[in-house]
């Protein structure tokens, strides 16, 4: 499962998306657990994932001056979860500010695919450094806690 988790940041830090694309399960889903954000609530399957979630980030982001999730630890494995701290380093768009940003991720791992992930961040840092006045990403649906639980979580 840690092997997954350590791909899944790899693909990211390395902008590899063919294996990213390998590791996502097809009925992954992404959970952001805040509300009134660019990225708020639930967004399910991996086809939402790829042609919205990714581009909405990744549009806002001058990727030599940018690295995400440039190093990451996994703190703690239960069962099919992994939960990990991950860091970025750089800068989202030229000038700053610096977009450091520190994720708390919540993976749940199935059959070898990344099934659902719960990503917790800073905010008020991403809406300085990363978004600024990009439109918010509907999500599928509202972020609750009844939600994760029909998740697995």
């Not at 999730?69 to 701290?85: E, F, I, Q, S, Y």
Request: hydrophobic share 45%; with cysteine; proline share 3%.
């Amino acid at each position: 499962m840690e092997a997954i988790v350590d791909q899944f940041y790899t693909a990211i830090r390395t902008g590899a998306t063919e294996q990213l694309y390998n590791i996502i399960h097809e009925d992954f889903v992404l959970t952001c657990p805040t509300r009134d954000h660019v990225l708020s609530g639930v967004y399910q399957g991996k086809t939402r994932f790829f042609n919205d979630v990714l581009p909405h980030v990744f549009g806002c982001v001058e990727s030599t001056a940018m690295v995400f999730c440039a190093d990451h630890r996994v703190v703690c494995r239960a069962g099919d979860v992994v939960v990990a701290l991950a860091q970025n380093e750089g800068f989202a768009r030229g000038g700053g500010p610096e977009y450091n940003q520190v994720y708390v991720h919540i993976f749940r791992v199935l059959d070898g695919q990344v099934r659902s992930l719960v990503e917790v961040f800073d905010t008020a840092l991403a809406d300085r450094a990363l978004w600024g006045d990009v439109a918010d990403l509907a999500p599928d649906e509202p972020f609750s806690l009844a939600g994760l639980a029909a998740q697995g979580f």
